[in-house]
């Protein structure tokens, strides 16, 4: 569905227009019923102003000529991954208004260290 939908505009914002709402209700109240640490996981946080409702916000950053050789190991052609990338907020939109920015330009051991030191500063604030 998602070639159908990211290769036609108007197919996508009908899409959109049913999913979304029902979709952003649903992630806000499991936000609400979850204590501690939340982690949301969303490509259109930005898109839908989400990282307002957010304590802190983090833009996982790469170069699109990066995103789009790693496009096949997650399982969509280049083109794809393209048509996708297009439909979502510049990157340097959401570098100004994210809290944290984690370059992911180099191993997964390097992006996983990065994570772990967030993750370590986040349980140092709550805990103070």
Known sequence: MGEIVFAHSKKLQTLNRIVHPPLLTKVRQ???KQKGLVILDAALLFNWGLEKEMDASILVSA????KIERAPKAGMTRKVAEERMSRQLPERIMAKRTDFIIKN???QEDLRNQAEELWQLFNKCRLQ
Request: hydrophobic share 30%.
């Open 105 to 107: 330009i180099g191993t």
């Open 30 to 32: 499991e936000i609400r």
């Open 63 to 66: 170069p699109k000529r990066l």
